[in-house]
C-alpha cells in the first residue's frame, strides 16, 4: 500500500513540473494559447506587446521608408500587402509583397527585411514561426 501511495504522489509532482506557460487543461480538452513575437523593448514597456509592437513598427517604418522614383526621377506612391514570417530564432523571414507598382512592392520588402531581431512567438511552450499579412500605403 505505501509502494502505491509513493508512485501516485510522485506521478501527480512530476505532472505538475512538467506545466507549460499558456496550456490550459479542462477535462479532456487541452488549450495552447499562441504568444506573438515581441519587439526589441517591448518586454518592459507599459503596453501590451501588441500595441507596442505596432507603436514600434509604424517608428521603423516611418524612420526607414524612402518613396521611390521611377525612370522620370517621380515619387512613385501606391499600396502594397506584405507577407512576412518571424520565425523560431526571432528573423524575419518569407518576406513578399502584392500591389500594382513594382517599385512600391520592392521598398516595402526592404523596409521589412531590416526588422530587428525579436523574441520569437511560442506556443505550448516551443518557439513557433508566426506569420504576418499587412497592408503598407504610401
Not at 40 to 67: M, R, T, V, W
Not at 115 to 125: A, D, L, Q, T
Request: proline residues 5%.
Amino acid at each position: 500500500m505505501k509502494n502505491l501511495l509513493f508512485i501516485a504522489a510522485l506521478f501527480i509532482l512530476t505532472s505538475n513540473s512538467q506545466a507549460q506557460e499558456g496550456v490550459t487543461v479542462k477535462g479532456n480538452t487541452i488549450t495552447m494559447k499562441e504568444i506573438g513575437p515581441v519587439w526589441p523593448g517591448c518586454e518592459k514597456s507599459e503596453l501590451s506587446d501588441d500595441d507596442c509592437f505596432n507603436k514600434q513598427l509604424a517608428k521603423h517604418i516611418k524612420s526607414n521608408f524612402k518613396y521611390p522614383k521611377d525612370a522620370n526621377g517621380k515619387i512613385v506612391r501606391g499600396k502594397s500587402v506584405i507577407t512576412f514570417y518571424i520565425d523560431e530564432n526571432g528573423k524575419v523571414c518569407k518576406v513578399s509583397a502584392e500591389g500594382p507598382e513594382k517599385l512600391v512592392n520592392q521598398e516595402a520588402v526592404r523596409i521589412t527585411k531590416l526588422f530587428p531581431i525579436m523574441k520569437p512567438g511560442y506556443r505550448g511552450g516551443k518557439n513557433i514561426e508566426v506569420k504576418f499579412k499587412m497592408p503598407f500605403n504610401f
